[in-house]
């Protein structure tokens, strides 16, 4: 029966291993914004059609921006009745409407412009931009590789400061490749906050934001194995 204790190497057949780490800084390739869109009615019927028509002034100005919008999605929505404080019975003084939008764009030159047009309607609530690399972004892959190649110079390292070479690959693996992957979503950064008066927009245009998109950090991890020629002690 063979003996399989050679995770460790033999001395005729030793192992090394390393790990492989990169950090890469590069450019955001999209950017995401949300848009609060309210409203206000003296009923609830008043309320829903002043929503309806705000959200619809939201989205045909973000949908005018063509293809520099790669996703345009609504998410909650809600309207709520606004009870007097004063009385002995509990009466509803208005009713307010809320609705959530998100876009995604990769034109930054169109996405100042468009954040300050949203903020520049009325009872319109604007925070981001959040700036991410897409899931498929070549960074990715050229974090990977980076890291492999560290793996094997740090490997090569070991071998020849003991007089050996390496022999052959036992092993590569993702840092914690055995373990449930998870994921929490792009980080918030760069946010920025507007906010249209209830008094409505200005009359002129206001001028486009000037974003400056934040550089987005890509780590690559691995572990590698290897065997390496008896060392020259």
Do not use: C
Not at 130 to 142: E, G, K, N, Q, T
């Amino acid at each position: 029966m063979t003996n399989d204790a050679a995770p460790y190497g033999t001395p005729e057949t030793p192992r090394v291993a390393v790990r492989g780490e990169t950090r890469l800084e590069v450019d955001p390739e999209i950017a995401r914004i949300g848009v609060t869109v309210s409203a206000r009615g003296k009923d609830r019927r008043a309320a829903l059609e002043d929503l309806t028509s705000r959200n619809g002034e939201v989205l045909d100005l973000i949908k005018s921006y063509g293809d520099a919008v790669e996703k345009l999605e609504t998410g909650a929505f809600s309207i709520s009745p606004e009870l007097s404080a004063h009385g002995r019975g509990e009466r509803v003084r208005a009713y307010h409407g809320r609705v959530r939008v998100t876009a995604v764009l990769a034109d930054f030159t169109a996405l100042g412009e468009l954040v300050t047009r949203l903020a520049d309607l009325d009872l319109t609530h604007v925070d981001g931009p959040w700036w991410s690399l897409r899931p498929d972004s070549p960074a990715h892959a050229a974090a990977r590789r980076q890291a492999v190649l560290e793996a094997v110079r740090r490997a090569r390292e070991y071998a020849g400061a003991l007089g050996a070479e390496l022999a052959a690959l036992v092993e590569l693996a993702d840092i914690g490749a055995e373990s449930p992957a998870t994921y929490n979503g792009p980080r918030p950064a760069g946010a920025m906050r507007a906010a249209a008066p209830y008094g409505g927009g200005a009359a002129t245009p206001a001028p486009a934001l000037d974003l400056e998109p934040q550089r987005q950090t890509v780590y690559a991890q691995v572990n590698a194995r290897f065997t390496m020629t008896p060392p020259q002690l």
